[in-house]
């Protein structure tokens, strides 16, 4: 880094969380297309907002109408998609809100350099579990059939890797529960971890 010289704000991490009264984190739903990632951010954020958090969801077909539109589907591309949304979602973060990222993201890799640049300690990381038979059968977009006659190239889970997580900290089989079940166990799992100590509760 030349010629750069990064300074630190006169606010501190801890005086963020005491106003926002809750503890900043990102929340990573990774799994293929269709697997049920955006259906799940877009219910938790909604479920989450309205008990009062500061809740904002990035999800992959938005981002990559702005921020990432330059970008394709080559690794390279994927890569680079991730690298940029997880330093958005550092900045969010910083300043205090909880976030949702609802992105294929595919690479074991790429997941893990999103868990390095926001800190692993606010990183909760959801694998929407579905097989790729169910994905095609749902296929809500009609990508999987144009991807299976060959227009579309770099397609994941036809034509490109998915990797899936080895150990996230939720498994939500969508495949075989309803959407219902899917967002209890998401919102069960994900809520507590928003809560404020008590102690920095009381400081307010
Ligand atoms: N080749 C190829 N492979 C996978 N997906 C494709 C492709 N081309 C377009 N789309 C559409 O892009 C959405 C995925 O974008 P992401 O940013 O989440 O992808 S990635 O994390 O960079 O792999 C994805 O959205 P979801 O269906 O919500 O996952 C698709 O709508
Ligand atoms: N348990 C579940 N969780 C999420 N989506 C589900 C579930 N069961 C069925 N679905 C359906 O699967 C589809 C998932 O689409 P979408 O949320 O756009 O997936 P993605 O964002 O991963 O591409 C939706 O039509 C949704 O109604």
New binding site residues.
């Given amino acids: 880094m030349k010629n750069i010289y990064p300074f630190n704000s006169k606010v501190g991490y801890g005086q963020r969380r005491m106003q926002m009264q809750q503890e900043p984190r990102l929340v990573w739903l ?6 049920g ?2 259906t799940l951010a877009l219910r938790l954020e909604h479920h989450l907002f309205h008990l009062g958090y500061k809740v904002f969801l990035l ?3 938005n ?2 109408n702005g921020l ?1 539109r330059d ?3 080559s690794k390279q ?3 680079e ?2 690298r940029r ?1 997880a330093e958005v979602a550092k900045l969010m973060l910083d300043a205090g809100l909880v976030v949702i990222c ?6 074991r890799e ?1 997941r893990e350099l999103a868990r390095q640049v926001v800190g692993p300690e606010r990183f909760t990381e959801v694998y929407i579990n579905c097989s790729l038979q169910v994905c095609e059968q749902r296929d ?2 009609g ?1 999987y059939a144009k ?1 299976r006659q060959g227009l ?9 890797p998915y990797e899936a997580p080895q150990s996230p900290h939720l498994l939500l089989r969508t495949d075989r529960e309803s959407i219902d079940d899917s967002l209890q166990k998401l919102i069960a799992f994900v809520e507590p971890q928003l809560r404020l100590p008590q102690r920095m509760k009381a400081a307010m």
């Fill in positions: 990774t799994g293929l297309s269709g697997s990632k955006s999800d992959g077909d981002i990559r990432c970008l394709g589907f591309d994927r890569k998609n991730m949304v609802a992105f294929i993201s595919p690479y790429e809500t977009k990508l991807a579309i190239k770099d397609f994941t889970g036809i034509s490109a």
